[in-house]
Protein backbone atom coordinates (compact mmCIF):
# COMPACT_ATOMS: atom_id res chain seq x y z
CA UNK A 1 0.00 0.00 0.00
CA UNK A 2 1.86 3.13 -1.29
CA UNK A 3 1.01 6.44 0.57
CA UNK A 4 1.94 9.91 -0.94
CA UNK A 5 2.52 12.31 1.47
CA UNK A 6 2.33 16.13 0.92
CA UNK A 7 2.50 18.16 3.51
CA UNK A 8 2.17 21.49 2.00
CA UNK A 9 2.67 24.75 3.72
CA UNK A 10 2.14 26.56 7.25
CA UNK A 11 1.39 24.07 9.81
CA UNK A 12 1.38 21.45 6.95
CA UNK A 13 4.31 19.61 7.78
CA UNK A 14 4.18 20.25 11.50
CA UNK A 15 0.50 18.36 11.70
CA UNK A 16 1.38 15.61 8.68
CA UNK A 17 4.40 14.57 10.69
CA UNK A 18 1.79 13.53 13.52
CA UNK A 19 -0.14 11.40 11.05
CA UNK A 20 2.88 9.67 9.73
CA UNK A 21 3.72 8.74 13.32
CA UNK A 22 0.79 6.96 13.80
CA UNK A 23 0.43 5.36 10.65
CA UNK A 24 4.08 3.87 11.75
CA UNK A 25 3.11 2.22 14.63
CA UNK A 26 -0.23 0.40 13.27
CA UNK A 27 2.30 -2.53 12.31
CA UNK A 28 1.12 -2.52 8.75
CA UNK A 29 3.45 -2.37 5.92
CA UNK A 30 3.00 1.23 4.49
CA UNK A 31 5.14 2.55 1.53
CA UNK A 32 5.19 6.11 2.29
CA UNK A 33 6.63 8.88 0.23
CA UNK A 34 6.76 12.59 0.22
CA UNK A 35 6.81 15.35 -2.17
CA UNK A 36 6.56 19.48 -2.07
CA UNK A 37 3.00 20.89 -3.05
CA UNK A 38 1.51 24.28 -2.95
CA UNK A 39 4.41 26.90 -2.14
CA UNK A 40 6.71 24.33 -0.82
CA UNK A 41 6.68 22.86 -4.67
CA UNK A 42 6.52 26.39 -5.94
CA UNK A 43 10.27 26.87 -4.02
CA UNK A 44 11.21 23.79 -4.95
CA UNK A 45 10.17 23.08 -8.56
CA UNK A 46 8.84 26.35 -9.20
CA UNK A 47 5.29 24.78 -9.63
CA UNK A 48 2.54 24.33 -6.87
CA UNK A 49 1.65 21.19 -8.84
CA UNK A 50 5.18 20.07 -9.49
CA UNK A 51 5.06 17.28 -11.72
CA UNK A 52 6.53 14.38 -9.75
CA UNK A 53 4.14 15.36 -6.81
CA UNK A 54 1.67 14.77 -9.21
CA UNK A 55 2.89 11.63 -10.52
CA UNK A 56 3.60 10.12 -7.38
CA UNK A 57 -0.39 11.18 -6.38
CA UNK A 58 -1.07 9.30 -9.08
CA UNK A 59 0.23 6.46 -8.32
CA UNK A 60 -0.24 5.62 -5.42
CA UNK A 61 -2.83 4.04 -3.56
CA UNK A 62 -3.79 7.05 -1.57
CA UNK A 63 -2.62 10.39 -0.95
CA UNK A 64 -2.21 12.36 2.82
CA UNK A 65 -2.39 16.00 2.16
CA UNK A 66 -1.42 18.77 5.09
CA UNK A 67 -2.58 22.42 2.98
CA UNK A 68 -1.21 24.79 1.21
CA UNK A 69 -1.10 28.47 1.04
CA UNK A 70 0.89 31.36 2.60
CA UNK A 71 1.22 34.89 2.82
CA UNK A 72 3.98 35.46 1.26
CA UNK A 73 3.10 33.94 -2.13
CA UNK A 74 -0.33 35.54 -2.25
CA UNK A 75 1.09 38.11 -4.88
CA UNK A 76 2.20 35.01 -7.61
CA UNK A 77 0.33 35.21 -10.19
CA UNK A 78 -3.53 33.18 -9.88
CA UNK A 79 -1.82 29.49 -11.94
CA UNK A 80 0.97 29.87 -9.89
CA UNK A 81 -0.49 30.37 -5.94
CA UNK A 82 -0.21 27.60 -3.85
CA UNK A 83 -4.30 26.99 -3.67
CA UNK A 84 -4.33 26.19 -7.56
CA UNK A 85 -2.23 22.62 -6.32
CA UNK A 86 -5.60 21.19 -4.19
CA UNK A 87 -7.68 22.18 -7.59
CA UNK A 88 -5.15 20.74 -9.71
CA UNK A 89 -5.38 17.53 -7.68
CA UNK A 90 -8.78 17.02 -7.88
CA UNK A 91 -9.37 17.26 -11.18
CA UNK A 92 -6.22 14.84 -12.31
CA UNK A 93 -7.21 12.25 -10.01
CA UNK A 94 -10.81 12.26 -11.00
CA UNK A 95 -11.72 13.03 -7.41
CA UNK A 96 -15.90 14.17 -7.39
CA UNK A 97 -17.02 12.49 -4.00
CA UNK A 98 -16.02 14.63 -0.83
CA UNK A 99 -17.13 13.84 2.69
CA UNK A 100 -16.74 15.32 5.83
CA UNK A 101 -18.49 13.78 8.39
CA UNK A 102 -18.88 16.52 12.17
CA UNK A 103 -18.47 14.32 14.93
CA UNK A 104 -18.75 16.15 17.75
CA UNK A 105 -16.61 14.19 20.82
CA UNK A 106 -18.51 14.14 23.75
CA UNK A 107 -15.82 15.09 25.83
CA UNK A 108 -15.96 18.72 23.62
CA UNK A 109 -19.74 18.99 24.08
CA UNK A 110 -18.64 22.95 25.11
CA UNK A 111 -16.85 23.62 22.02
CA UNK A 112 -19.74 24.06 19.91
CA UNK A 113 -21.62 27.35 19.84
CA UNK A 114 -25.04 25.14 19.95
CA UNK A 115 -26.47 23.68 23.30
CA UNK A 116 -24.42 21.19 24.74
CA UNK A 117 -27.89 18.67 24.74
CA UNK A 118 -28.35 19.37 20.88
CA UNK A 119 -24.87 18.06 19.72
CA UNK A 120 -23.13 16.38 22.27
CA UNK A 121 -22.49 13.17 20.54
CA UNK A 122 -22.98 14.25 16.94
CA UNK A 123 -21.77 12.04 14.13
CA UNK A 124 -22.82 12.71 11.03
CA UNK A 125 -21.51 12.52 7.20
CA UNK A 126 -21.70 14.90 4.64
CA UNK A 127 -21.24 13.91 1.42
CA UNK A 128 -20.78 16.95 -1.44
CA UNK A 129 -20.72 16.28 -5.04
CA UNK A 130 -17.11 18.09 -5.65
CA UNK A 131 -16.74 18.17 -9.59
CA UNK A 132 -20.08 19.28 -11.03
CA UNK A 133 -22.90 21.36 -10.62
CA UNK A 134 -23.27 25.49 -11.15
CA UNK A 135 -19.57 25.72 -10.13
CA UNK A 136 -18.90 24.10 -13.48
CA UNK A 137 -21.10 24.50 -15.87
CA UNK A 138 -21.28 25.73 -19.06
CA UNK A 139 -22.30 28.61 -20.59
CA UNK A 140 -21.52 31.50 -17.96
CA UNK A 141 -20.49 35.02 -17.92
CA UNK A 142 -21.50 38.17 -18.22
CA UNK A 143 -23.83 39.19 -20.99
CA UNK A 144 -26.71 41.37 -22.51
CA UNK A 145 -30.02 40.45 -20.54
CA UNK A 146 -31.84 39.25 -23.51
CA UNK A 147 -35.71 39.45 -21.90
CA UNK A 148 -37.48 40.44 -19.09
CA UNK A 149 -37.65 43.58 -17.21
CA UNK A 150 -34.03 44.32 -17.31
CA UNK A 151 -34.01 43.24 -21.26
CA UNK A 152 -31.08 45.06 -22.95
CA UNK A 153 -28.84 45.57 -18.87
CA UNK A 154 -25.62 43.58 -18.45
CA UNK A 155 -26.49 39.84 -16.73
CA UNK A 156 -24.20 37.58 -14.75
CA UNK A 157 -25.58 34.33 -15.53
CA UNK A 158 -23.79 30.48 -14.69
CA UNK A 159 -25.61 27.01 -15.60
CA UNK A 160 -26.59 24.48 -13.18
CA UNK A 161 -26.62 21.49 -14.76
CA UNK A 162 -25.91 17.39 -13.57
CA UNK A 163 -25.40 14.89 -16.21
CA UNK A 164 -27.44 11.47 -14.78
CA UNK A 165 -23.93 9.26 -14.56
CA UNK A 166 -22.51 12.12 -12.48
CA UNK A 167 -25.55 11.58 -10.03
CA UNK A 168 -25.59 7.78 -9.97
CA UNK A 169 -21.89 7.77 -9.20
CA UNK A 170 -22.18 10.04 -6.04
CA UNK A 171 -25.31 8.13 -5.21
CA UNK A 172 -23.71 5.13 -5.20
CA UNK A 173 -20.52 6.77 -3.07
CA UNK A 174 -23.57 7.58 -0.92
CA UNK A 175 -25.63 4.74 -0.34
CA UNK A 176 -22.33 2.47 0.68
CA UNK A 177 -21.08 5.12 3.16
CA UNK A 178 -24.69 4.56 4.67
CA UNK A 179 -24.53 1.02 4.53
CA UNK A 180 -20.86 1.11 6.80
CA UNK A 181 -22.67 3.74 9.08
CA UNK A 182 -26.29 3.72 10.29
CA UNK A 183 -28.39 2.69 6.98
CA UNK A 184 -29.72 5.93 6.81
CA UNK A 185 -29.05 8.27 4.10
CA UNK A 186 -30.63 12.12 3.26
CA UNK A 187 -30.63 13.29 -0.41
CA UNK A 188 -30.69 17.29 -0.08
CA UNK A 189 -32.17 18.94 -3.51
CA UNK A 190 -33.99 21.65 -4.02
CA UNK A 191 -36.63 19.68 -6.51
CA UNK A 192 -39.99 21.65 -6.14
CA UNK A 193 -37.65 25.07 -7.93
CA UNK A 194 -34.97 23.83 -10.02
CA UNK A 195 -35.22 21.15 -12.65
CA UNK A 196 -31.37 19.93 -11.85
CA UNK A 197 -32.59 19.08 -8.52
CA UNK A 198 -36.38 17.05 -9.35
CA UNK A 199 -34.07 15.05 -11.94
CA UNK A 200 -31.28 14.50 -8.93
CA UNK A 201 -33.88 13.22 -7.22
CA UNK A 202 -35.30 10.85 -9.34
CA UNK A 203 -31.90 9.54 -10.30
CA UNK A 204 -31.58 8.80 -6.69
CA UNK A 205 -34.56 7.44 -6.34
CA UNK A 206 -33.46 4.80 -8.81
CA UNK A 207 -30.33 3.89 -7.42
CA UNK A 208 -32.20 3.36 -4.07
CA UNK A 209 -33.22 0.29 -5.79
CA UNK A 210 -29.96 -1.04 -5.45
CA UNK A 211 -29.70 -0.72 -1.92
CA UNK A 212 -32.68 -1.85 -0.23
CA UNK A 213 -31.48 -2.01 3.04
CA UNK A 214 -30.86 1.92 3.23
CA UNK A 215 -33.43 4.34 4.41
CA UNK A 216 -33.52 7.34 2.45
CA UNK A 217 -35.30 10.32 2.53
CA UNK A 218 -35.44 13.56 0.52
CA UNK A 219 -35.22 16.78 2.00
CA UNK A 220 -35.01 21.02 0.75
CA UNK A 221 -31.93 22.69 1.25
CA UNK A 222 -33.60 25.17 2.55
CA UNK A 223 -34.88 22.75 5.20
CA UNK A 224 -32.24 20.30 5.77
CA UNK A 225 -30.13 23.68 6.69
CA UNK A 226 -32.73 24.65 9.70
CA UNK A 227 -32.98 21.07 10.44
CA UNK A 228 -28.41 20.85 10.83
CA UNK A 229 -28.71 23.68 13.44
CA UNK A 230 -32.19 22.35 14.98
CA UNK A 231 -31.84 18.66 15.21
CA UNK A 232 -28.63 17.85 13.79
CA UNK A 233 -28.68 14.07 15.57
CA UNK A 234 -31.20 12.96 13.50
CA UNK A 235 -29.50 12.85 10.25
CA UNK A 236 -26.97 10.20 9.62
CA UNK A 237 -25.53 10.40 5.75
CA UNK A 238 -26.31 13.65 3.97
CA UNK A 239 -25.53 13.83 0.42
CA UNK A 240 -26.32 16.68 -2.04
CA UNK A 241 -24.78 18.47 -4.92
CA UNK A 242 -21.74 20.74 -5.15
CA UNK A 243 -22.89 24.22 -4.29
CA UNK A 244 -25.79 22.61 -1.44
CA UNK A 245 -22.91 20.67 -0.03
CA UNK A 246 -20.35 23.69 -0.06
CA UNK A 247 -22.77 25.56 2.20
CA UNK A 248 -24.08 22.82 4.32
CA UNK A 249 -20.81 20.83 5.09
CA UNK A 250 -18.95 24.38 6.68
CA UNK A 251 -22.28 24.72 8.50
CA UNK A 252 -22.09 21.43 9.40
CA UNK A 253 -18.29 22.03 10.67
CA UNK A 254 -19.42 24.65 13.02
CA UNK A 255 -21.58 22.56 14.89
CA UNK A 256 -18.08 21.03 16.53
CA UNK A 257 -16.52 23.76 17.96
CA UNK A 258 -13.25 23.79 16.31
CA UNK A 259 -12.11 23.52 12.80
CA UNK A 260 -9.31 21.45 14.16
CA UNK A 261 -10.74 18.38 14.25
CA UNK A 262 -12.46 18.18 11.27
CA UNK A 263 -10.98 15.17 8.49
CA UNK A 264 -11.85 14.87 5.09
CA UNK A 265 -11.70 12.82 2.00
CA UNK A 266 -12.22 13.19 -1.34
CA UNK A 267 -12.43 10.03 -3.53
CA UNK A 268 -12.81 8.99 -7.28
CA UNK A 269 -14.57 6.33 -8.78
CA UNK A 270 -12.38 3.63 -7.29
CA UNK A 271 -12.40 4.81 -3.63
CA UNK A 272 -8.93 6.32 -4.22
CA UNK A 273 -8.36 9.16 -2.55
CA UNK A 274 -7.02 12.23 -1.15
CA UNK A 275 -7.21 13.36 2.82
CA UNK A 276 -6.65 16.67 4.12
CA UNK A 277 -7.54 18.39 7.45
CA UNK A 278 -11.17 20.54 6.34
CA UNK A 279 -8.94 23.85 7.48
CA UNK A 280 -5.89 25.69 5.75
CA UNK A 281 -2.42 25.94 6.14
CA UNK A 282 -2.99 28.49 9.53
CA UNK A 283 0.06 30.40 8.70
CA UNK A 284 -0.45 32.32 11.67
CA UNK A 285 -0.10 29.82 14.32
CA UNK A 286 2.69 27.93 11.79
CA UNK A 287 5.97 26.84 13.27
CA UNK A 288 4.98 27.67 17.11
CA UNK A 289 4.31 23.79 17.79
CA UNK A 290 0.64 24.60 19.16
CA UNK A 291 -1.51 23.41 15.54
CA UNK A 292 -4.03 20.91 16.48
CA UNK A 293 -2.84 17.44 14.81
CA UNK A 294 -6.26 15.22 15.45
CA UNK A 295 -7.79 16.80 11.73
CA UNK A 296 -5.00 15.43 9.99
CA UNK A 297 -4.75 12.32 12.13
CA UNK A 298 -8.28 11.22 11.60
CA UNK A 299 -8.19 11.85 7.69
CA UNK A 300 -5.20 8.97 8.14
CA UNK A 301 -8.08 7.17 9.66
CA UNK A 302 -10.52 7.98 7.08
CA UNK A 303 -7.62 6.76 4.64
CA UNK A 304 -7.04 3.50 5.90
CA UNK A 305 -11.36 2.97 5.94
CA UNK A 306 -12.24 4.18 2.73
CA UNK A 307 -8.93 3.91 0.45
CA UNK A 308 -6.83 1.12 1.87
CA UNK A 309 -10.01 -1.29 3.40
CA UNK A 310 -8.62 -1.34 7.18
CA UNK A 311 -11.47 -0.22 8.80
CA UNK A 312 -10.43 -2.25 12.07
CA UNK A 313 -7.07 0.00 11.98
CA UNK A 314 -9.26 2.98 11.38
CA UNK A 315 -11.57 2.22 14.58
CA UNK A 316 -8.17 2.09 16.65
CA UNK A 317 -7.09 5.34 15.63
CA UNK A 318 -10.30 6.99 16.39
CA UNK A 319 -10.72 5.31 19.95
CA UNK A 320 -6.75 6.60 20.46
CA UNK A 321 -8.41 10.27 19.81
CA UNK A 322 -11.23 9.71 22.14
CA UNK A 323 -8.67 8.37 24.65
CA UNK A 324 -6.24 11.32 24.90
CA UNK A 325 -9.56 13.87 25.02
CA UNK A 326 -11.11 11.48 28.26
CA UNK A 327 -7.40 12.09 29.63
CA UNK A 328 -7.85 15.95 29.62
CA UNK A 329 -5.08 16.55 26.72
CA UNK A 330 -6.08 19.72 24.64
CA UNK A 331 -4.73 21.93 21.86
CA UNK A 332 -4.93 25.86 22.42
CA UNK A 333 -7.92 25.33 19.49
CA UNK A 334 -9.68 23.13 22.05
CA UNK A 335 -8.54 24.09 25.16
CA UNK A 336 -10.94 24.89 28.46
CA UNK A 337 -10.53 25.88 32.26
CA UNK A 338 -9.67 22.20 33.97
CA UNK A 339 -7.79 20.70 30.68
CA UNK A 340 -4.15 20.10 29.90
CA UNK A 341 -2.95 22.36 27.22
CA UNK A 342 -0.51 20.46 24.77
CA UNK A 343 1.24 21.33 21.65
CA UNK A 344 1.26 19.59 18.16
CA UNK A 345 3.91 17.28 19.00
CA UNK A 346 2.56 15.99 22.61
CA UNK A 347 -0.68 15.56 21.15
CA UNK A 348 0.50 13.37 18.10
CA UNK A 349 2.86 11.35 20.60
CA UNK A 350 -0.02 10.65 23.14
CA UNK A 351 -2.03 9.73 20.19
CA UNK A 352 1.08 6.94 19.42
CA UNK A 353 0.68 6.15 23.28
CA UNK A 354 -2.94 5.30 23.19
CA UNK A 355 -2.67 3.33 20.03
CA UNK A 356 -0.48 0.52 22.70
P1 LIG B 1 -7.18 28.38 8.11
O1 LIG B 1 -8.07 27.20 8.22
O2 LIG B 1 -5.79 28.10 7.72
O3 LIG B 1 -7.19 29.15 9.52
C1 LIG B 1 -8.35 29.72 10.09
C2 LIG B 1 -8.13 29.88 11.60
O4 LIG B 1 -8.18 28.59 12.21
C3 LIG B 1 -6.78 30.48 11.96
O5 LIG B 1 -6.92 31.29 13.10
C4 LIG B 1 -5.92 29.28 12.32
O6 LIG B 1 -4.89 29.55 13.23
C5 LIG B 1 -6.96 28.32 12.90
N1 LIG B 1 -6.61 26.91 12.63
C6 LIG B 1 -6.66 26.27 11.45
N2 LIG B 1 -6.24 25.01 11.59
C7 LIG B 1 -5.90 24.85 12.90
C8 LIG B 1 -5.39 23.77 13.65
N3 LIG B 1 -5.12 22.56 13.11
N4 LIG B 1 -5.14 23.97 14.96
C9 LIG B 1 -5.41 25.15 15.55
N5 LIG B 1 -5.90 26.21 14.89
C10 LIG B 1 -6.14 26.06 13.56
O7 LIG B 1 -7.89 29.38 7.08
P2 LIG B 1 -7.37 30.79 6.51
O8 LIG B 1 -6.66 31.55 7.58
O9 LIG B 1 -8.54 31.36 5.84
O10 LIG B 1 -6.34 30.39 5.36
C11 LIG B 1 -4.93 30.30 5.55
C12 LIG B 1 -4.30 29.75 4.28
O11 LIG B 1 -4.77 28.41 4.08
C13 LIG B 1 -4.65 30.52 3.02
O12 LIG B 1 -3.51 30.61 2.22
C14 LIG B 1 -5.74 29.67 2.37
O13 LIG B 1 -5.79 29.84 0.98
C15 LIG B 1 -5.25 28.28 2.73
N6 LIG B 1 -6.29 27.24 2.71
C16 LIG B 1 -5.90 26.02 2.23
C17 LIG B 1 -6.78 24.96 2.23
C18 LIG B 1 -6.29 23.62 1.74
O14 LIG B 1 -5.08 23.43 1.67
N7 LIG B 1 -7.17 22.69 1.39
C19 LIG B 1 -8.07 25.13 2.74
C20 LIG B 1 -8.43 26.38 3.25
C21 LIG B 1 -7.53 27.43 3.24
New binding site residues.
Given amino acids: MKIAILP?D??GPE?VAQAVKVLNVLGEKFELESAPVGGAGYAAHGHPLPEATLALAKAADAVLFG????YQYDNLERALR??QA?LGLRKQLGLFANLRPAILYPQLANASTLKPEVVSGLDILIIRELTGDIYFGQPRGVRECPDGAFKGQREGFDTMRYAEGEIRRIAHVAFQAAQKRDKRLTSVDKANVLETFQFWRDIVTDVHKEYPDVALEHMYVDNAAMQLVRAPKKFDVLVTGNMFGDILSDQASMLTGS??MLPSASLDANNKGLY??S???????AGKGI??PL?TILSAAMMLRFSLNKAEQADRIEAAVQTVLSQGLR???IYEAGTTKVGTEEMGNAVVKALG
Fill in positions: GGIIAVGDPEIIGEPHGSAPDIANATGD
